[in-house]
């Protein structure tokens, strides 16, 4: 018996690179992005309509993006420099596609956690499994200069998404209702 207990322990805390959505995210998160993400599919798709009246270049960028399958994100290695873009959907204008800037990943033995370094809009935040082929992101908001705040601490910073793989160097955080700007909001990251 004493062996087994042991070996669940060990099992238990050994990291895993990502935490589990075993029902801890859910305690984290705060109620009002437990709403968000409930209506999830219905702001995406009334966002991508709105989105789809914009720059005929910028809706093909998003289109390519779109049209990607998703991956498994269990044992996919966030951790290392990305570049990363937004993407606003719907809102005051339908389609904003920014330039690149910079994020970075880093697992600090309890999980993913992110960080963009650069650009005068910023998030910083954790990952949690949410299943084969994606996570939940919760993060804080804030403009470059700023100290970040952390998640839970308010409704003008707080952040939550779901996070997509799609490709060995490649993958996206998708953020309904966003705060500021835009009713569908994408960070896109490539290597």
Do not use: H
């Amino acid at each position: 018996m004493k062996l087994f207990a042991l070996a669940l322990f060990a099992a238990l805390t050994v990291p895993t690179g990502l935490a589990m959505a075993d029902g801890v995210v859910q305690t984290l998160m705060t109620a009002a992005d437990k709403a968000r993400l409930e209506r999830y599919e219905a702001t995406r798709k009334a966002a991508l309509s709105e989105a789809r009246a914009g720059d005929p270049a910028e809706v093909a960028a998003l289109e390519a993006l779109l049209a990607k399958p998703l991956l498994s994100t269990p044992g996919f290695d966030l951790s290392g420099e990305w570049r990363c873009r937004t993407i606003k959907m719907g809102g005051s204008l339908p389609l904003v596609v920014y330039d690149w800037f910079k994020c970075r990943v880093s697992d600090d033995g309890s999980g993913w956690a992110l960080e963009k370094t650069s650009g005068s809009q910023r998030t910083t935040g954790r990952f949690y499994d949410d299943g084969e082929n994606r996570m939940i992101y919760l993060g804080s908001f804030f403009v470059s200069g700023e100290t970040p705040g952390r998640y839970g601490a308010g409704p003008e910073s707080d952040q939550v998404g779901y996070a997509f793989r799609s490709g060995d160097a490649e993958w996206r955080i998708e953020f309904p209702e966003p705060r500021y700007e835009s009713r569908f909001d994408i960070l896109e990251f490539k290597r």
